[in-house]
């Protein structure tokens, strides 16, 4: 019988695993969350509000997502140590004024209902023990008008070459 892919497990993280987890992700996938990005602004006109990227892992795709809007975002983690890099990041990045680090589940959004304009979870679905009850999440906190996206993707505008790339490398992780 052939073996199941199995989502990798963050949450025996340490702090040490976290900092390689950022370097990794910054060298093997920052192609795919510039492309995100600039699909995000130019396709959906997604620039200012309250935005929420929930699984922000070390909050790269929040950053990225600042220097190219005026969102002010909520970076949700679940796992500490990915937390605590992700509040350093931020913090590092000089963005402590429009990115606040929340450590929290996404199956209970510490939010209020109708709170956010965007809402972005990006490779994480997959970690999501109960997918149903973070789906009424999302759509409790998103406001009426509001635009979410959850999933996976490369975005549109990165090369062949960097999608196979990045497509290669993320099979060989699950």
Same mark, same amino acid.
């Given at each position: 019988m052939p073996e199941k892919n199995v989502p990798a497990d963050y949450s025996e993280m340490d702090p040490l695993e976290?900092?390689?987890f950022d370097r990794m992700v910054r060298e093997n996938f920052m192609p795919a969350i510039i492309s995100t990005v600039k699909?995000? =602004?130019e396709d959906y006109? =997604?620039?200012?509000?309250i935005g929420i990227d929930i699984g922000c892992g070390t909050? /790269? !795709?929040a950053v990225e997502l600042c220097r190219h809007s005026k969102l002010k975002i909520h970076a949700l983690e679940k796992e500490k140590a990915i937390y605590q890099v992700a509040c350093s990041n931020i913090e590092n990045e000089g963005l402590t004024d429009? /990115? /606040?680090p929340v450590l929290g589940?996404?199956?209970?959004?510490? !939010?209020?209902s109708e709170f956010a304009d965007f809402i972005i979870s990006r490779g994480v679905y997959h970690c999501?023990?109960?997918?149903?009850?973070? !789906?009424?999440? /999302?759509?409790?906190?998103?406001?009426k008008e509001g635009i979410g996206f959850v999933g996976g993707g490369f975005g549109k505008y990165v090369t062949e070459e960097e999608l196979n790339r990045m497509k290669n490398l993320r099979d060989r992780s699950l």
């Open positions: 976290a900092k390689r699909q995000l =602004v006109g =997604v620039l200012e509000g909050a /790269i !795709f429009r /990115i /606040i589940d996404a199956n209970n959004l510490p !939010f209020d999501w023990e109960d997918k149903v009850q973070v !789906f009424k999440e /999302i759509y409790r906190v998103l406001k």
